[in-house]
Nanobody, 117 residues
Framework: QVRLVESGGDLVQPGGSLKLSCEAS???????????MGWYRRRAPGEQREFVA????????VYADSVRGRFTASRDVAKGTIDLQMNSLRVEDTAVYYC???????WGQGTQVTVSA
């Protein structure tokens, strides 16, 4: 079993920056077994979560078109953590951001990011 806890959500002005963090906890074996960690977001209640970025065990990062060039995901495989540095934030980036881990389809509880003037 893996438990994911996100942090770093906040209110920020358009054009600003924010860094989200996610830490996985569990047995050393379960942490080592994580292949991919990533970020998704849900912009409004009832909407589906949309892909933002993920990082493989080999630390290859893949991004959604909407955030490429503005967001950077970085992962510490040994520690079971993943960060999301978000720059040039836009109003449309407002969402609850969720951390995920595969295999096992684990999810965190989410952290709110609000971009507003």
């Amino acid at each position: 079993q893996v438990r994911l806890v996100e942090s770093g959500g906040d209110l920020v002005q358009p054009g600003g920056s924010l860094k989200l963090s996610c830490e996985a906890s569990g047995t050393s074996g379960s942490i080592a077994g994580i292949v991919t960690m990533g970020w998704y977001r849900r912009r409004a209640p009832g909407e589906q979560r949309e892909f933002v970025a993920f990082v493989t065990r080999g630390e290859t990062a893949v991004y959604a078109d909407s955030v490429r060039g503005r967001f950077t995901a970085s992962r510490d495989v040994a520690k079971g953590t993943i960060d999301l540095q978000m720059n040039s934030l836009r109003v449309e980036d407002t969402a609850v951001y969720y951390c995920s881990a595969l295999p096992g389809d684990y999810w965190g509880q989410g952290t709110q990011v609000t971009v507003s003037a």
